[in-house]
């Protein structure tokens, strides 16, 4: 099992900056896929970032530019910093774990971009 806990989430204006946190502990694999994904209202969840544990990323298209995922393997913690954000990135946001035939889901952390 992997408890993910994540963090960072809040209220900020468009342009503004938000840094979410996700620390896993538990059964953690030195292979894995860490990463973060978003549900807005009635739509469908949506990957945002991943990274892998050699580091290799992948974005979505809407956030390139704007969003950085990083993650320290010592602290088995994944970061999203995300800047210039839009009322468009407003949605909850969960941290996911994957490794082998597991993956493993945060409770998400709501974020909201508005004036």
């Known amino acids: 099992q992997v408890q993910l806990v994540e963090s960072g989430g809040g209220l900020v204006q468009p342009g503004g900056s938000l840094r979410l946190s996700c620390a896993a502990s538990?059964?953690?694999?030195?292979?894995?896929?860490m990463g973060w994904y978003r549900q807005a209202p009635g739509k469908q969840r949506e990957l945002v970032a991943v990274?892998?544990?050699?580091?290799?990323?992948n974005y979505a298209g809407s956030v390139k530019g704007r969003f950085t995922i990083s993650r320290d393997n010592a602290k088995n913690t994944v970061y999203l910093q995300m800047n210039s954000l839009k009322p468009e990135d407003t949605a909850v946001y969960y941290c996911?774990?994957?490794?082998?035939?597991?993956?493993?889901w945060g409770q998400g952390t709501q974020v909201t971009v508005s004036s």
């Open positions: 996911h774990y994957g490794s082998g035939w597991n993956d493993y």
């Open positions: 538990g059964s953690i694999s030195s292979i894995s896929v």
């Open positions: 990274i892998t544990s050699g580091s290799v990323t």
